[in-house]
């Protein structure tokens, strides 16, 4: 079965996501997800994005969910292309397919980890350039 599905993403989606993922369904609240193995650059984005910061912290304990083939996906505050969501202790990153590999989808995600928190104080977010306005401007 597994094989099937990866044929499907080969064929209907991007060959390198078809690869990243592992292909098991999660209980997210956004229909479609898949949890996948963190990309080996976000260790080094993670870094840097620390850096800008000036916060401290950890990638460990993050479940990374992609949602295959697509370039947003629906939320009760409308459509998004990631979103940071923390319950009961539990740290969840989601992003759309077309967007795992994107520096500032992924850094502006992991700067809403460092700061355990939803919303975008400018402090942070246009300091470090991680929203699509600071980011075009970089």
Known sequence: ????RVLWFIFLGSPLLALKLIIEPTESGVRGTRV???LAIYAELFEKTKECSGLRGSMDGITWLAI???ETFNTKNGPKVG???EASGKFTVTLAGKYIDHEMVVRHEMLH???RRVGHPSEYFQKCKLTWETWQKN
């Open 36 to 38: 996948f193995k963190p």
């Open 113 to 115: 980890h460092l700061l």
């Open 83 to 85: 979103m940071w969501e």
């Open 1 to 4: 079965m597994k094989f099937l």
């Open 68 to 70: 295959p083939g697509t």
